[in-house]
């Protein structure tokens, strides 16, 4: 036995010692009852602990979760069960009644009770409704470790110190306790002294069977999931495997290995497995049908103390002295592969080999079994699929890594078993070509390339090209194109190109399962609970949670194409535009863009966060509607005039600040002028209408100041306007007269001094003044600034917004990148330049150069055999397979494709007398030009021409033959069809010439089978009946207008007969019945009463159309009355004859008359040696006397 | 060592130019190749320049050089693109004379003088050949244009036993396979199919090869969606409609409009003065008949 790895640790906690675990069956939930008293809920997914319940008074060894209720249940060394809701976070009850340790508890799967174990002997059940203890079973002589309810029947299973393993019916119980509908008195009776027997005999819950074997005490104790099996866990080391039937139950084995006291045992929910723990510090799994020991795994110092499985996940759980740990036996990524981008090939969970259709979104049926091969219970990791072998090539890690080449059954009939394979070492192996695959094996660090009979071709040490250091890589997802690939490990992504250089790498805090890149390079991946997206640089997002882990196998459009865990091909639906969107973004295809905006409901803080992190403000304020963030947005790319709009809406003091700081930055002083009237900020105002130079609002604000008596606003404004007299009076209005005196006397208002001096009272000698200097000019603007917003900062507006406001056509939008592309252009041909200068600089080397390869010692052996070649066959051209068509068959078609025309024509000639070629030239080019393809075969010289065959699978020279277009399955569905509809619609001269058309092709044909012999008969008499029948009518159409025919007596005549004649060729029914219609009317309205007459009582006689009869019908009742023929016409209704094709007139059984040897026409004996008219290519005819 | 296979440098730029991917040819990055390989390197380009049409310009580029056998080949091979077969034939022959055991002029010297209808001297110079996979198809591809067929597969197995996998050799073996028929028309089926379905290696070339196979195969719709492909990627590349003409008038529906468009990009192709001197062919042959009645 080895300890393989195959186990998986997914998570691990730190605690005391465990003594009780119970899974949750929906949740990714675990609870664990700890030595120390403490219970802990855990999310084992993310690895958190979200609860802990601290009630009991000592250890806790017993827990369960119930199935549907957010209800769990405990038991401890206090005596108590507890009954918990893990939502209110609280205990509910308490049951109290055992009168020692409680070691097990568990909730039954369908009814309202608990089960519970004691070192009081006793096992309990309990009812958690109402709280109340129904069943106490006694029996046991020592502590009952555990004991649980029958998955399915009314069974109970206890173990116990005394060495027993104990089977109780319950099916008492469940009669008493199920709800009755109606009971009489007398069983009201009975049974409330069934209940007192209780006390005595325990008829609820009788033992059915004790279990003995184990030598010492028996620890824990299981049912099978499904089957009457019984596996137990005792103190002598060892794990039974019991069976029960309705009468009896019995040992069936044991399986040995622990060392130590085993502690606790279960079955697999799905697999013929049995796990157990022990104080040894193992795990063991075991096989339940052979009992041999599959996997083991050890920890170095914690004792197992017992061991969980999760009721529907490949998920187990063990508790030991430091804690729990969750782990999977295998690994559940379904091994799969994907070809052409059409077919998913996948390993089931049975170890079928299956695939999927991605188009029809259907899975095969089994393709081949693995079952046989390999380990059991080690599923295979990866797969390779070989189209042109039809075979797979799988991998495991069994023996160390190993793998198997496998053909798939050609029929693909069903689930058979793979028996002979190829097999061999390796960790990896790909196909790498159609007969070639790739071992990799890593102890040794080589690569082999084996061929299909699994010898080793080449082997080599992988060269190592580029080198890249990442940490724990599982997997690696090549994109689409082959350019990039993703390194998947535990919890980062790297995205690196094929060089090896790191694109981008992501981090992840909960685990990532797998990847998949999508066709226009981004890499969606999933994790536990969801699908993710990453670009190439590296941006992230989320694109749809999952309930279910699934592996990604490809993302085509909206779909995701997975795998569960089952190995179940599943689509998801998803939504790209959010990482359209951002790949559009950082291609900067902002055609792409917005297309999106416009389209898609893209909205959310995520993407505007995103947008204003990547620096496209101006983007983000599309998709906004809030106003604070529009204006913050608006602000940021400098859109003023949303930003005026939005700081209007909202009119807080704090934004008309920003916005002014901003207005100004962009010399917008009509907006700045704005936000401080709003702010009332009067000294900045003025200074900005002074430095805009609107005198006009200078003025209106110096009016303000003064309204508001704000003095030092209006000195300011005052100053500003240059308005001496206003800032005088003003001084004297605040009493400031030294101010006012010197402010006249400096502006030369002499008068102004003296009145101030009048005023206060003062002679100007009583002053000192100080010496004024000339006085300042009033500035004057030069331009009127404050007309328009000039200067104002360049717009920053992007050339998408322009886009998106619409004032721009799309054109533009190219305008930036072709700029970058034309500096781009430069850059190449300066390195071009470059590589040419260093070109030049190597051409000494030349020489050496041009002595490669000659020390390779397998070329001369090769070279030998050319000159032999080169010196036996260099006789110049062979005969193409084109000739041999010719030589391999005797049908002129084959002739004619191999280009051989004139012997074409000679076999037709001889075969049907054909001499008039000139109509057959398009069938000829036809066929020829169909058997020769071009395959471009090196540059500069021509194509190489090939040969189409008919004959596919042939390839004996003498045998094959060329490919004939428009062959009998083509002509009866195509042409012919085509031939009746324009019968139908009485386009006769197009019907002829399709008929014409078609005699001409089946000519020039291959028939391969009797069968088609005579379809093609078939399809020749038919072709030459309408042809005739048409050219009838057709003649008689060009006798001229009815009015022309009617005046002349010879051609009315000619035009009945024709007419009748019109309805001898042996058409399809209903397109006689428009031959007999057309004479029936024609003859009615000559007055021809007698042949209008046959013509409705053939019409009558061939059924068919509803209209047809019903005019037949009036014509016959019209013409009984006198059925006489007004022209006397050459058309005898009784006589039996064939019409002339030639002459268009009767041919009378019995005398002699020529026949087309091809078509089957008829002549008039006269016209021996001409051509036919109904294939056009007839000369000579066989002779029909009337002797035949 | 070999620069072209595995492990050589020029393993990718050869590939590409095989695969028909002669912009990548062109745009591949030859400025990290040791001394050694620069030389061929160009000549690489020059002659995916020259397969893209732009022979003039590489007559221009190699003028001064062509006392270099490499560009003095490459300039024969220009000439011989722009229609001058006799003149590029002649300057081979000399080269042949001076430099014939340079790979470079047995290669396009090969190529030249095929073009020229020249195909017992072409063997004669590509026979000089040490090892050259180049040369080997080419012999290969001429075997096959003299439908020696035979000859073709003896050289295709010489090759595969000392470069088993190579490209090269799947692609010569493919067009042989062709001509095979049966189980080989699946075989290149794979290869072709191979190198045009992989992003890496697809190309218009091996697009039109695929498409070849199926026909073959008769697989019509599919080889119709394949040609279909490949004019979306080029609408004038003769070989895709010529192709498709052929497909049309097997389904049998009319090819008319792509006869136009074949004669509006290549008046040229085979398949047109094929078809011309077959319509010729036939009006004699028609005539001796007509005569015949007539008399």
């Known amino acids: 036995m080895q300890a393989s790895s195959g186990m998986l640790t997914k998570f691990e906690s730190k605690s005391s010692r465990v003594k009780g675990i119970a899974f949750h069956s929906k949740r990714p939930w675990i609870l664990v009852s700890l030595h120390s008293s403490t219970i802990q809920l855990w999310d084992y997914r993310m690895g958190t602990l979200i609860d802990r319940f601290d009630e009991h008074d000592g250890p806790v060894r017993g827990i369960d979760f119930h199935k549907t209720q957010p209800l769990f249940v405990s038991g401890g060394d206090d005596y108590k069960i507890k009954v918990w809701s893990y939502k209110t976070r609280r205990c509910l009850f308490t049951l109290n009644g055992h009168l020692d340790y409680v070691r097990t508890v568990f909730f039954h799967h369908e009814l309202p009770w608990i089960i519970s174990s004691s070192d009081d002997q006793t096992i309990r059940i309990w009812n958690w409704q109402n709280r109340s203890l129904i069943c106490t079973m006694t029996g046991h002589n020592h502590y009952v470790m555990c004991a649980q309810f029958h998955p399915k029947d009314d069974l109970v299973v206890s173990a116990s110190l005394d060495q027993s393993v104990r089977v109780w019916d319950i099916s008492g119980l469940r009669k008493k306790h199920s709800a009755p509908t109606s009971m009489s008195f007398e069983d009201q009776v009975a049974r409330s002294n069934a209940q007192q027997t209780d006390m005595f005999g325990n008829t609820d819950a009788m033992v059915k069977f004790v279990l003995e074997g184990h030598d010492r005490g028996v620890n824990w104790v299981a049912f099978h999931p499904t089957a009457p099996h019984i596996v137990s866990a005792g103190d002598d080391r060892l794990v039974k495997l019991w069976r029960f039937s309705e009468t009896k139950a019995w040992e069936v084995d044991t399986c040995r290995g622990h060392f130590q006291n085993s502690s606790g045992c279960l079955f697999h929910p799905h697999q013929d497995l049995i796990l157990s723990c022990g104080e040894d510090k193992t795990i063991r799994v075991w096989d339940s049908q052979k009992r041999t020991a599959v996997q083991s795994f050890k920890r170095e110092n914690d004792r197992f103390w017992v061991i969980a499985a999760h009721p529907e996940i490949n998920l187990f759980a063990a508790g030991h002295d430091n804690g729990v740990m969750v782990f999977k036996l295998e690994r559940e990524r379904p091994a799969s592969t994907v070809h052409q981008n059409s077919l998913l090939f996948f390993i089931t969970k049975e170890k079928h080999v299956r695939s999927y259709d991605f188009q029809k979104n259907a899975e095969s049926p089994t393709l081949v079994s693995l079952k046989r091969l390999g380990s059991a219970w080690v599923p295979p990791r990866t797969l390779s699929y070989n189209p042109a072998e039809r075979s797979v090539l799988v991998t495991s890690p069994a023996e160390g890594g190993s793998y198997e080449l496998i053909n798939l059954p050609r029929d693909g009939s069903g689930a058979l078993d793979a028996t002979d394979s190829k097999r061999g070492q390796g960790n990896s192996a790909i196909f790498v070509a159609r007969n070639r695959f790739a071992v990799l094996n890593t102890s040794t660090q080589t690569v082999d390339i084996k061929d299909l009979s699994n010898n080793t071709a080449r082997s080599f040490k992988p060269p190592n090209i580029a080198e890249l250091a990442v940490n724990g890589v599982k997997y690696v997802v090549w994109s689409n194109d082959g350019l990039h690939a993703a390194l998947l490990s535990k919890h980062h992504i790297t995205i690196v190109t094929k060089g090896l250089e790191q694109v981008s790498i992501l981090h992840e805090t909960i685990r990532i399962k797998s990847a998949s890149w999508d066709d226009a390079g981004v890499l969606l991946y999933s994790t536990l609970n969801h699908i993710k997206y990453t670009l190439m640089n590296g941006d992230n997002g989320i694109v749809r949670t999952l309930d279910q882990t699934v592996y990604l196998v490809k993302v085509k459009g909206r779909n995701v194409y997975c795998l569960d865990r089952s190995a179940k091909p599943k689509v998801l639906h998803i939504d790209p535009t959010e990482y359209r969107f951002k790949l559009s973004l950082v291609k900067r295809n902002y055609e792409e863009m917005l297309h999106i905006i416009r389209t898609s409901s893209l909205v959310g803080q995520s993407i505007i966060s995103y947008l204003q992190k990547k620096g496209y403000p101006e983007i983000a304020l599309q998709f906004v509607q809030d106003p604070s963030t529009r204006f913050e947005l608006a602000i940021e790319c400098g859109n003023l005039d949303v930003a005026v709009e939005m700081a209007k809406e909202l009119d807080r003091p704090k934004l008309w600040t920003r916005l002014g700081t901003e207005a100004l930055a962009h010399g917008n002083h009509q907006v700045v002028e704005m936000a401080y009237q709003k702010l009332k900020q009067f000294d900045k105002l003025s200074f900005l209408y002074l430095s805009t130079g609107d005198h006009s609002k200078l003025a209106r604000m110096a009016k303000i100041a003064e309204h508001r008596g704000d003095f030092t606003a209006r000195f300011q404004n005052a100053l500003f306007l240059s308005e001496v007299e206003d800032r005088i009076q003003m001084f004297k209005e605040v009493d400031l007269y030294p101010l006012a005196y010197m402010t006249a006397k400096a502006h030369g208002l002499e008068d102004e001094c003296q009145s101030i001096l009048e005023a206060t009272g003062v002679t100007e000698d009583q002053l000192t003044l100080p010496k004024f200097g000339a006085s300042l000019p009033t500035p004057k603007p030069i331009v009127p600034t404050f007309k328009a917003n000039w200067p104002t900062k360049a717009a920053s507006q992007s050339f998408f917004e322009k886009a998106l406001a619409g004032q721009l056509e799309g054109m533009t939008l190219e305008e930036e990148p072709a700029t970058t592309n034309g500096v781009e252009d430069g850059d190449l041909v300066e390195g071009d330049a470059a590589n040419k200068n260093s070109a030049m600089e190597v051409d000494d080397d030349d020489d050496d150069a041009a002595g490669w390869d000659l020390g390779d010692d397998i070329v001369p052996e090769a070279d030998g055999d050319f000159v032999n070649v080169e010196s036996t066959d260099t006789s110049g051209a062979g005969s193409s397979e084109a000739d041999l068509w010719a030589r391999n068959s005797p049908i002129a078609a084959d002739h004619i494709a191999a280009g051989s025309f004139e012997s074409a024509m000679n076999l037709l000639n001889r075969q049907v007398g054909a001499v008039n070629f000139a109509p057959l030239k398009p069938r000829f080019m036809e066929i020829y030009s169909a058997t020769r393809t071009y395959v471009p075969a090196s540059a500069s010289l021509p194509p190489l021409v090939n040969y189409v065959r008919r004959t596919l699978d042939e390839t004996d020279p003498r045998k094959v033959l060329p490919i004939i277009p428009r062959d009998l399955e083509n002509l009866a569905p195509n042409d012919l069809q085509q031939g009746y509809d324009a019968m139908r619609s009485n386009r006769l001269e197009d019907g002829a010439r399709i008929f014409r058309g078609i005699l001409h092709a089946i000519l020039a044909n291959a028939v391969s089978s009797e069968n088609e012999v005579s379809e093609a008969k078939k399809l020749i008499t038919s072709a030459s009946e309408y042809t005739v029948a048409m050219s009838i009518e057709l003649a008689r159409r060009a006798l001229g207008t009815p009015d022309v025919v009617n005046g002349n007596p010879d051609l009315l005549k000619r035009s009945l007969e024709l007419s009748a004649y019109f309805t001898i060729p042996k058409i399809e029914v209903p397109h006689r019945q428009l031959a007999l219609l057309n004479a029936m009317n024609l003859a009615f309205r000559s007055r021809n009463l007698s042949s209008a007459l046959s013509f409705a009582n053939r019409i009558l006689a061939n059924g068919g159309a509803a209209r047809i009869l019903e005019s037949a019908k009036k014509m016959k009742a019209q013409c009984e009355r006198n059925p006489h023929d007004a022209v006397e016409i050459e058309y005898d209704q009784f006589a039996e004859f064939d019409v002339c094709a030639a002459s268009h007139t009767p041919i009378y059984s019995g005398t002699a008359y020529e026949e087309c040897a091809f078509d089957g026409s008829k002549y008039h004996s006269k016209y021996k040696g001409t051509v036919c008219v109904v294939c056009q290519n007839l000369l000579s005819f066989s002779g029909r006397g009337p002797e035949e | ?295």
């Open chain 2, 1 to 295: 060592m070999d620069p072209y296979s595995a492990e050589g440098e020029l393993i990718n730029i050869h590939n590409h130019f095989h695969q028909g991917q002669f912009q990548e040819v062109i745009d591949f990055d030859t400025s990290s190749l040791s001394s050694e390989n620069e030389v061929p390197a160009r000549v690489l380009i020059q002659r995916a320049r020259i397969a893209l049409g732009q022979a003039k310009d590489v007559l221009a580029d190699v003028k001064g050089e062509t006392s270099e056998p490499e560009f003095a080949a490459v300039a024969a091979l220009a000439q011989s693109a722009l229609g001058q077969v006799d003149v590029a034939a002649q300057a081979i022959e000399k080269l042949a004379q001076s430099a014939g055991d340079n790979q470079t002029v047995q290669v396009l010297g090969g190529i030249v003088l095929q073009a020229a209808g020249k195909s017992d001297e072409a063997l004669a110079l590509l026979s000089k050949h040490s090892g050259s996979l180049d040369a080997t198809a080419l012999i290969t591809q001429i075997h096959l244009q003299q439908n020696r067929a035979d000859l073709a597969v003896k050289e295709v197995a010489a090759a595969r036993r000392w470069a088993q996998d190579s490209l090269l050799v799947n692609l010569a073996e493919s067009w042989v396979g062709l001509r095979m028929g049966g189980e080989k028309y699946q075989q290149a089926f794979y290869v072709f199919e191979e190198l045009a379905q992989a992003p890496a290696t697809s190309s218009i070339v091996t697009l039109v090869s695929q498409a070849v196979c199926e026909l073959h195969l008769g697989r019509v719709e599919e080889a119709q969606t394949a040609l279909e492909q490949a004019l979306q990627k080029q609408p004038d590349y003769a070989d895709a409609i010529a192709n498709l003409l052929v497909l049309t008038v097997i389904t049998g529906k009319d090819p008319a409009e792509l006869t136009s468009s074949l004669k509006k990009t290549a008046p040229q192709h085979p398949l047109l003065t094929d078809l011309e001197e077959k319509s010729d062919l036939f009006d004699k042959a028609a005539s001796k008949f007509s005569a015949k009645a007539a008399a």
